[in-house]
T-cell receptor
Framework: EPEVTQTPSHQVTQMGQEVILRCVPI?????FYWYRQILGQKVEFLVS????????KSEIFDDQFSVERPDGSNFTLKIRSTKLEDSAMYFCASKRNAAYPYGYTFGSGTRLTVV | GENVEQHPSTLSVQEGDSAVIKCTYSDSASNYFPWYKQELGKGPQLIID?????GEKKDQRIAVTLNKTAKHFSLHITETQPEDSAVYFC?????????FGKGTHLIIQP
């Protein structure tokens, strides 16, 4: 079964450093998402991306965050200057189209630890 | 924006009994309601979903019901087994993304 692949599985970074989280969505999917989950809390929407542009973003997704689809396969989330509160699991998701079925497929996540 | 409330936060049931988890949502424009199972250290795995034009959907031991008028939907697991122990999240939304509930930690006691 096709999977969404995320790398690395765990990243430790110093506060203030830039990090890039990488995702390879399912190949025929067109809609891409980033979500985050702070330990013990619910999954929160960050951003959706379609047709090479952001279609929606939450209030969490401030100027420190950016997304990019640099080639035909990767979808990245960049945090420019990490803060301690950015420590969380970050999940990438993709789906094929906007119509039924809506099924989103999630990756296994990248655990980001900011020290 | 959408707001999803999920109850209970923890549910402990005897193996073989049924478990019910309930969610409410606020945005009447939401038309997709998935349920995810999350095991420790893993991403959310879709277990069942329902769209707003369907009132009930069943897949073996798992069923979901949707009441669009009341804006609530529920997950029902029958004949629970130890491997059902996990955190379950409901979500509501559509093409632009999902809003998740806070999760229910389901514990199956032998």
């Amino acid at each position: 079964e096709p999977e969404v692949t995320q790398t690395p599985s765990h990243q430790v970074t110093q506060m203030g450093q830039e990090v890039i989280l990488r995702c390879v969505p399912i190949s025929n999917h067109l809609y891409f998402y980033w979500y985050r989950q702070i330990l013990g809390q619910k999954v929160e929407f960050l951003v959706s991306f379609y047709n090479n542009e952001i279609s929606e973003k939450s209030e969490i997704f401030d100027d420190q965050f950016s997304v990019e689809r640099p080639d035909g396969s990767n979808f990245t989330l960049k945090i420019r200057s990490t803060k301690l509160e950015d420590s969380a699991m970050y999940f990438c998701a993709s789906k094929r189209n906007a119509a039924y079925p809506y099924g989103y497929t999630f990756g296994s996540g990248t655990r980001l630890t900011v020290v | 924006g959408e707001n999803v409330e999920q109850h209970p936060s923890t549910l402990s049931v005897q193996e073989g009994d049924s478990a019910v988890i309930k969610c409410t949502y606020s945005d009447s424009a939401s038309n997709y309601f998935p349920w995810y199972k999350q095991e420790l250290g893993k991403g959310p795995q879709l277990i069942i979903d329902i769209r707003s034009n369907v009132g009930e959907k069943k897949d073996q031991r798992i069923a979901v019901t949707l009441n669009k008028t009341a804006k609530h939907f529920s997950l029902h697991i029958t004949e629970t087994q130890p491997e059902d122990s996990a955190v379950y999240f409901c979500a509501a939304g559509g093409a632009d993304g999902l809003t998740f509930g806070k999760g229910t930690h389901l514990i199956i006691q032998p």
